[in-house]
């Protein structure tokens, strides 16, 4: 399978405590962002890379979120001391320079947090 | 900001039946334009882009949408829907100036296709 892949599908943890996903993208694609997603809502930006460089971030991204994508390929998002409100879907999406619009996507990590 | 509208939470329709997907948008200057379709258990699927040129584009599993500069919109059609087209559909904007480019998602429309 070369589609985008994340690990792990599922995550429950409790408030407070750290967690983080990691994202491996379609090969050849030097784009990588992440969105989060809420039940019954769309998906938001939070973050992008091209290659290594993280080039924007939401305003969703707090100060306990960071983000990483060290050697241009996989990426790695972090959440410090979780909140019951970081509870969502967390989506990776990938794509190459020539055509960035067209993102393909994870299928997603589910956080949890009680 | 540019945002999204979609202002239907679910649409149903028999099978058969055409099937519009309402998706109105608002950006600054031109638009890329895109529809997205997710299935249980499964990450988005991209199902179509408008960049620039012909109004109507047309995507995959004979979905099409029609580019309306004037009334900003990007309503997905099907001419004929099946059941398994039955999932959450989204549209997404980015203004082509915005060197990125993040997408703006719209809220989602249930599409519920009855046999």
């Known amino acids: 399978d070369t589609g985008v892949s994340q690990d792990p599908r599922h995550k429950i943890t409790k408030r407070g405590q750290n967690v983080t996903f990691r994202c491996d993208p379609i090969s050849e694609h030097n784009r990588l962002y992440w969105y989060r997603q809420t039940l019954g809502q769309g998906p938001e930006f939070l973050t992008y890379f091209q290659n290594e460089a993280q080039l924007e971030k939401s305003r969703l991204l707090s100060d306990r979120f960071s983000a990483e994508r060290p050697k241009g390929s996989f990426s790695t998002l972090e959440i410090q001391r979780t909140e019951q409100g970081d509870s969502a879907m967390y989506l990776c999406?990938?794509?190459?320079?020539?055509?960035?619009?067209?993102?393909?996507f994870g299928p997603g990590t589910r956080l949890t947090v009680t | 900001a540019q945002s999204v509208a979609q202002p239907e939470d679910q649409v149903n329709v028999a099978e058969g039946n055409p099937l519009t997907v309402k998706c109105t948008y608002s950006?600054?200057?031109?638009?890329?334009l895109f529809w997205y379709v997710q299935y249980p258990n499964r990450g988005l699927q991209f199902l179509l882009k408008?960049?620039?040129?012909?109004?109507l584009v047309k995507g995959s599993y004979g979905f099409e949408a029609e580019f309306n500069k004037s009334q900003t919109s990007f309503h997905l059609k099907k001419p004929s829907a099946l059941v398994s087209d039955s999932a959450l559909y989204f549209c997404a904007v980015s203004p082509i100036k915005a060197a990125g480019n993040k997408l703006t998602f719209g809220g989602g429309t249930r599409v519920l296709v009855k046999p």
């Open positions: 408008y960049i620039t040129g012909d109004n």
């Open positions: 950006v600054s200057g031109n638009p890329y």
């Open positions: 999406a990938s794509s190459p320079d020539r055509a960035w619009y067209e993102q393909y």
